[in-house]
């Protein structure tokens, strides 16, 4: 098929397509677009792949930058922070509780804020608790908030206030309980959509999302909490940061040459400084155990990091929706798979029934 | 009443009766053959009138003759135009082989040819927006259709990146969610959806599914038979990614160059998969701060 075929094909081989236009992007698993001029005529055929002037397959996801990753960040400080609030009271460290209380309450106030704030109605946010639906990580999600955020808030208020401190107990352990979970059906969230990005990274995304919000609730713990009790928050900051770095790590591995909007673009410069940041912030807990401002500097760059990291998945996915071929390809070979092969071929299978 | 769908993590029985329709009439459907689309847009216009649809845009957009670049929460159908080589093995090259069975409208001359396709929302058996509507707006009703309830939807935007055609979009102005509802107020009074009615050449036919199914593979099979080999079913069967489509199509080409996804998979299919690693990363976090505590516990003092 020759790249001038006006109509099937013009995002490749030209530059004047809409997807043309993008450039500083690299050929996907070594093939993908090539960098030909228009009506050039390849001796060896590249990976090809047509599509409808260059046009999206799928809708780019309509939530809004910065609601929705601020939505998943604030979310996943406030979770783990719930924990480690919790732990830190069992264990007698107070300063230490109160800093994770407090983090809760405000992460999931902005949190909930923030989500509101997207819908296309926000005044019909109850709506989302009319129905119950295992199907739905956005309505289990709901249920999950709307049991958590009372029971972090009156967690918080009653730790600040001092008044009904056996409440407080119980509404501590209720959103230690939950709060782990709200840090990672948002992970669920994103990846259950046919934005090619998130759902092929499905099965790292809710370690990468944990990671992310335990280093941020140690890195706010290093930051508010006394320094004689900041000692479980540094650790927490430290295998936190460690956990996520690996689960990025392990997903660009394992998408290999589909990991591409991760690694490119500006969703590419969001990740990497965060992993730098990561990388600062966990030597820095590591080292600053004596320096309060060190132990400071390093909670911040945790929190920065968390929040770059959701700001670069966010923006991935987009990416990954906005041009056809991360729809197109993965689809083309697997059809192809399964025609000649009348689905010999498991693994092609098993993405079709959702067992891969 | 409102019906929402079970979760979707089941394929097989009737979408209708999944949702809980415990008497309902036959899964009705509409069969796109655009081999014979003309291209002459009374779809889009037909659909826009009855279901007052906002006008969204009347743009020059370079792509052939297509003004509504794609379906949209104010475009329901869209009309694509594809101005390509036809293929040497393509009757679309002879006029007399391509004749009354292929109604080819390119000009054979300059073995180009003119492909015209009529896109609709599917309907999908396993309709990715409805699985993942956190309100209950979207709902499958009775017909197997899937609808979107205006005065329930929240405008969350759920639905939009969910769909792997690409259908549903939420609306700037009231900030909902729309689609095609496959004319479900026609269809409760026994008329056939606004498009179907308005095809001047029966590109677009609508009807109890399982009859468009026999009806498309006779069609096939006569186009393949005289000679189209480009001739192919899209989303006509059951075994497919979605369940099988609703709304399914006759092509001439790949999908992918009528802007369709090759292969979608509706991404609840791994749902269960995603809910278990979410749980596992959950229990990751106890674990973190468990470790971290552990391990500070000498340090308190």
Redesign the interface.
């Known amino acids: 098929m020759?790249a001038s075929?006006?109509?099937?094909n013009p995002a490749r081989g030209t530059n004047s397509g809409p997807a043309g236009s993008n450039g500083g992007r690299h050929a996907r698993n070594g093939r993908g677009r090539g960098s030909g001029r228009g009506g050039e005529q390849f001796m060896v055929p590249r990976a090809e792949?047509?599509?409808?002037?260059g046009?999206?397959?799928?809708?780019?996801?309509?939530?809004k930058e910065p609601d929705v990753p601020a939505y998943l960040f604030f979310g996943g400080l406030a979770?783990?922070s719930s924990?480690?609030g919790a732990?830190?009271q069992l264990?007698?460290?107070p300063g230490l509780a109160r800093a994770g209380k407090v983090a809760a309450l405000g992460g999931i106030s902005v949190s909930t804020v923030a989500l509101i704030n997207?819908?296309?109605?926000?005044a019909?946010?109850h709506?989302?608790l009319?129905?119950f639906?295992?199907?739905?990580?956005?309505?289990v999600g709901?249920w999950i908030l709307s049991a958590y955020g009372p029971a972090a808030g009156a967690a918080a208020l009653s730790d600040l206030t001092g008044i009904l401190p056996a409440a407080g107990v119980a509404a501590t352990a209720g959103a230690a309980l939950l709060?782990?979970?709200v840090?990672?059906?948002t992970?669920?969230?994103l990846?259950?959509?046919?934005?090619p990005a998130w759902?092929e990274a499905?099965?790292e995304?809710?370690?990468v999302?944990?990671?992310s919000?335990?280093s941020a609730a140690?890195g706010f713990g290093l930051l508010a909490a006394p320094a004689r009790?900041a000692?479980?928050?540094r650790?927490?900051a430290i295998?936190?940061a460690a956990?996520e770095l690996t689960a990025k790590k392990l997903l660009e591995r394992r998408l290999q040459g589909r990991a591409e909007p991760y690694q490119t673009g500006r969703a590419g410069a969001l990740l990497r400084a965060g992993e730098i940041l990561t990388g600062c912030g966990l030597a820095g807990a590591g080292l600053s155990r004596r320096s309060r401002a060190g132990s400071a500097a390093s909670g911040l760059a945790l929190l920065a990091a968390s929040a770059l990291t959701r700001f670069g998945i966010f923006e991935a996915?987009r990416i990954s929706?906005r041009y056809?071929e991360y729809?197109?390809v993965p689809?083309?070979e697997?059809?192809t798979v399964?025609e000649a092969g009348t689905r010999t071929d498991a693994d092609a299978a098993a993405?079709?029934?959702?067992?891969? | 009443m409102s019906v929402t769908d079970r979760p979707g993590l089941t394929g097989g029985a009737d979408p209708a009766e999944r949702a809980g329709w415990a008497e309902h009439p036959p899964r009705m459907g509409f069969f796109t053959d655009t081999s014979v689309c003309i291209g002459c847009k009374a779809c889009e216009v037909a659909c826009k009138e009855w279901n007052a649809v906002p006008e969204d845009g009347l743009t020059l957009t370079g792509m052939s003759f297509d003004n509504t670049i794609g379906l949209s929460a104010s475009t329901w159908r869209h009309v694509a135009f594809i101005e390509q080589q036809a293929p040497e093995s393509a009757p679309g090259r002879d006029r007399d082989a391509g004749g009354d069975a292929g109604g080819d409208a390119g000009g054979a001359e300059d073995g180009l040819r003119w492909l015209m396709s009529s896109d609709v929302c599917k309907h999908c058996s396993e309709a990715g927006c409805l699985d993942v509507c956190p309100t209950g707006a979207l709902m499958r009703t009775e017909f197997g259709t899937v609808v979107v309830q205006d005065d329930v939807c929240n405008g969350c935007g759920y639905c939009v990146p969910a769909c792997p055609f690409g259908v549903i979009g939420r609306r700037e102005d009231d900030g909902g969610a729309h689609k095609c509802t496959l004319c479900y107020d026609r269809l409760g009074v026994g008329m056939e959806p606004a498009c179907a009615k308005a095809c001047p050449t029966d590109s677009i036919q609508f009807g109890p599914l399982d009859e468009l199914r026999e009806r498309a593979q006779a069609r096939v099979s006569d186009l393949q038979e005289a000679g189209r080999t480009d001739a192919r079913l899209y989303l006509e069967g059951p075994d497919d990614g979605i369940g099988g489509a609703g709304a399914f199509f006759l092509l001439l080409d790949e999908p992918e160059v009528y802007g369709l996804p090759p292969d979608p998979v509706v991404s609840t299919r791994s749902l269960p998969r995603m809910w278990k690693h979410a749980g596992l990363a959950a229990a990751g976090v106890g674990a973190m701060v468990l470790t971290a505590f552990l391990g500070s516990r000498t340090d308190v003092r």
């Open positions: 020759s075929q006006p109509g099937t792949f047509r599509s409808y002037y046009r999206p397959v799928i809708k780019e996801p309509v939530w979770g783990a924990v480690l732990a830190a264990t007698g460290r997207d819908l296309g109605r926000p019909r946010f709506h989302m009319r129905v639906k295992l199907s739905s990580p956005m309505s709901s709060g782990p979970a840090t990672t059906y992970a669920a969230l990846c259950d959509t046919a934005v759902h499905h099965r995304m809710p370690y999302f944990a990671g919000a335990a140690g009790e000692e479980p928050a650790r927490l295998i936190g956990v996915g929706a056809p729809t197109i689809q083309r697997r059809r399964l993405v079709r029934t959702g067992r891969r």
